[in-house]
């Protein structure tokens, strides 16, 4: 059962529910919540974001979900995040909401996310045919910035294949084409992953730090312990290279390396591998809620420390 219409966090949802729940927001809500479509996949399928403002001009974060295909925790806690910043009474929760206009896309790569309900759960990728009768690009490594330059494979096989030259998919392209039409009003920029319970600094081509490494870290700390509060969750905060691996042309990397957009942070969210990508559907709402926090935290912070 679920109380609010056809949409919960109890279970994992089909693309067409998010969707018919997104269009139901701006059904409801039509003074705050607009419809986007961002961009658009290799099979036909739209990239359908949201825009949430209670006050015009105010700055922007961008908020991305479901860039690989088997991360379904990524959708439900943006979409958990979302209605959230509508309907929360929390009064910090409500000053994040009002004090921002929120970019909001829980699926970025809409025809992997099918292909994980309906075929291959463990799906990562897009779904183009690349050649040697292997399909999909990773969209995670496609953009436009340190293009393939490590942690990539050029192999149409392999999980982790650059594609065939940067912004070669059709959901990166267009999906950078729209934040390339608003970047100037975003200084935030927020991924969702999962799994492993890190917060995520650009860049991933190198170990290079950001010019404001220091703070993003700062902020990253008070966020992550914000985060363990509630039920004890413990992430890491770091450099992607650092507390990771070397992973070039993510989303993160060429928004931060191209307009330089300040608030820059990857989520890997729960949880360290005991399920994997394979989270229990018991776990979204305290994932969720362990990761709503975090955000309040983050632009507490970040507003501190004058972002
Ligand atoms: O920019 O987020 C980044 C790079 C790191 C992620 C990536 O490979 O794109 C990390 C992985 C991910 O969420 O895709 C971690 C998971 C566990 C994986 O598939 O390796
Ligand atoms: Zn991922």
Same mark, same amino acid.
């Given at each position: 059962?679920?109380?609010?219409?056809?949409?919960?966090?109890?279970?994992?949802?089909? @693309? #067409?529910?998010?969707?018919?729940?997104? *269009? !139901?927001? /701006?059904?409801?809500?039509? &003074?705050?919540?607009?419809?986007? =479509?961002?961009?658009?996949?290799?099979?036909?399928?739209?990239?359908?974001?949201?825009?949430?403002?209670?006050?015009?001009?105010?700055?922007?974060?961008?908020?991305?979900?479901?860039?690989?295909?088997?991360?379904?925790?990524?959708?439900?806690?943006?979409?958990?995040? @979302? #209605?959230?910043?509508?309907?929360?009474? *929390? !009064?910090? /929760?409500?000053?994040?909401? &009002?004090?921002?206009?929120?970019? =909001?896309?829980?699926?970025?790569?809409?025809?992997?996310?099918?292909?994980?309900?309906?075929?291959?759960?463990?799906?990562?990728?897009?779904?183009?045919?690349?050649?040697?009768?292997?399909?999909?690009?990773?969209?995670?490594?496609?953009?436009?910035?340190?293009?393939?330059?490590?942690?990539?494979?050029?192999?149409?096989? !392999?999980?982790?294949?650059?594609?065939?030259?940067?912004?070669?998919?059709?959901?990166?392209?267009?999906?950078?084409?729209?934040?390339?039409?608003?970047?100037?009003?975003?200084?935030?920029?927020?991924?969702?992953?999962?799994?492993?319970?890190?917060?995520?600094?650009?860049?991933?081509?190198?170990?290079?730090?950001?010019?404001?490494?220091?703070?993003?870290?700062?902020?990253?700390?008070?966020?992550?312990?914000?985060?363990?509060?509630?039920?004890?969750?413990?992430?890491?905060?770091?450099?992607?290279?650092?507390?990771?691996?070397?992973?070039?042309?993510?989303?993160?990397?060429?928004?931060?390396?191209?307009?330089?957009?300040?608030?820059?942070?990857?989520?890997?969210?729960?949880?360290?591998?005991?399920?994997?990508?394979?989270?229990?559907?018991?776990?979204?709402?305290?994932?969720?809620?362990?990761?709503?926090?975090?955000?309040?935290?983050?632009?507490?912070?970040?507003?501190?420390?004058?972002?």
């Amino acid at each position: 059962g679920n109380v609010r219409g056809a949409f919960d966090w109890l279970g994992y949802h089909r @693309l #067409n529910t998010i969707y018919n729940w997104l *269009d !139901s927001l /701006v059904a409801q809500h039509p &003074e705050i919540v607009k419809p986007i =479509i961002g961009g658009s996949s290799y099979e036909g399928r739209r990239i359908k974001g949201v825009r949430l403002s209670y006050k015009e001009g105010n700055p922007g974060i961008f908020i991305e979900g479901g860039i690989h295909a088997r991360e379904w925790i990524s959708p439900a806690v943006v979409t958990y995040i @979302l #209605n959230e910043l509508i309907l929360s009474d *929390d !009064s910090r /929760v409500r000053y994040m909401a &009002e004090s921002y206009d929120w970019y =909001i896309f829980p699926v970025f790569n809409p025809d992997g996310y099918e292909y994980t309900h309906t075929t291959n759960r463990l799906w990562r990728k897009t779904r183009r045919p690349t050649g040697r009768g292997c399909y999909g690009a990773d969209p995670n490594r496609n953009w436009n910035f340190h293009w393939a330059e490590g942690g990539v494979s050029r192999n149409p096989c !392999s999980e982790i294949y650059a594609g065939d030259r940067p912004f070669s998919e059709t959901e990166t392209r267009t999906m950078s084409q729209y934040i390339d039409s608003i970047q100037s009003k975003i200084f935030s920029y927020i991924a969702f992953h999962s799994y492993s319970q890190l917060l995520l600094i650009p860049y991933g081509h190198s170990n290079e730090r950001v010019s404001n490494y220091d703070d993003l870290f700062q902020i990253g700390n008070y966020s992550i312990n914000a985060l363990s509060k509630r039920y004890g969750t413990r992430y890491k905060v770091g450099n992607i290279v650092d507390i990771i691996y070397v992973a070039s042309g993510g989303s993160m990397d060429w928004v931060r390396g191209t307009y330089n957009i300040p608030v820059t942070y990857t989520y890997e969210l729960r949880d360290k591998g005991r399920y994997g990508f394979i989270l229990p559907a018991s776990q979204i709402i305290p994932t969720a809620k362990e990761t709503l926090d975090s955000l309040v935290a983050m632009f507490e912070q970040a507003a501190k420390l004058g972002y």
